[in-house]
T-cell receptor, first 112, second 115 residues
Framework: TQLLEQSPQFLSIQEGENLTVYCNSS?????LQWYRQEPGEGPVLLVT?????EVKKLKRLTFQFGDARKDSSLHITAAQTGDTGLYLC????????????FGKGTHLIIQP | NAGVMQNPRHLVRRRGQEARLRCSPM?????VYWYRQLPEEGLKFMVY????????ESGMPKERFSAEFPKEGPSILRIQQVVRGDSAAYFC?????????????FGSGTRLTVV
């Protein structure tokens, strides 16, 4: 059973379109992070959200943490070919453990 | 600052040999984490270390795997008597404090192939 479910698994759209990808769980997370990973490289941190309902913007990327801290979304406006990559969400269950639980990711391809 | 450095980038081992993976965290980062990524699987937490201490090894297989982060030098993930199922990408991440608050900086990984 995957603790963090990401959807869609694959997404291919045209440059200039908008898109939203989702990260859902039945568990409550103390914090949630989004990463982007390119082939052959490690994940790169995009954002950390901590408060339920929190919204953070990073240029054309908007991240939202659900009110109940069980889900999150990433919205990209006017997608560019450089946005192509694997988008991973990762949550911390808090307490004494500091390891993250990762979803399997959304493979995003932006067609020129 | 070159970031989190992992070496080697690629490692090939025959079944039964030992694999040693090294990780030098970012300067100023005292928290180190190891993750494993299997094909078509998400990243799985293995172990969390601070200097000379293992803080959480709940994701580490009980046998053949060990990790250390000595006072001097890089963190080492050691896999003894490797088997084909150990083939994966192993990523190290570091953080200046608890990763869940500060976020992680990942290295480029070591791709282990067991033949």
């Amino acid at each position: 059973t995957q603790l963090l479910e990401q959807s869609p698994q694959f997404l291919s759209i045209q440059e200039g379109e908008n898109l939203t990808v989702y990260c859902n769980s039945s568990s409550v997370f103390s914090s949630l992070q989004w990463y982007r990973q390119e082939p052959g490289e490690g994940p790169v941190l995009l954002v950390t959200v901590v408060t339920g309902g929190e919204v953070k913007k990073l240029k054309r990327l908007t991240f939202q943490f659900g009110d109940a801290r069980k889900d999150s979304s990433l919205h990209i406006t006017a997608a560019q070919t450089g946005d192509t990559g694997l988008y991973l969400c990762a949550g911390s269950l808090g307490g004494g453990a500091d390891g993250l639980t990762f979803g399997k990711g959304t493979h995003l391809i932006i067609q020129p | 600052n070159a970031g989190v450095m992992q070496n080697p980038r690629h490692l090939v081992r025959r079944r039964g040999q030992e694999a040693r993976l090294r990780c030098s965290p970012m300067k100023g980062h005292s928290h180190v984490y190891w993750y494993r990524q299997l094909p078509e699987e998400g990243l799985k937490f293995m172990v969390y270390l601070q200097k000379e201490n293992i803080i959480d090894e709940s994701g580490m297989p009980k046998e053949r795997f060990s990790a250390e982060f000595p006072k001097e030098g890089p963190s080492i993930l050691r896999i003894q008597q490797v088997v084909r199922g150990d083939s994966a990408a192993y990523f190290c991440a570091s953080s200046p404090g608890q990763g869940r608050s500060y976020g992680y900086t990942f290295g480029s990984g070591t791709r282990l192939t067991v033949v």
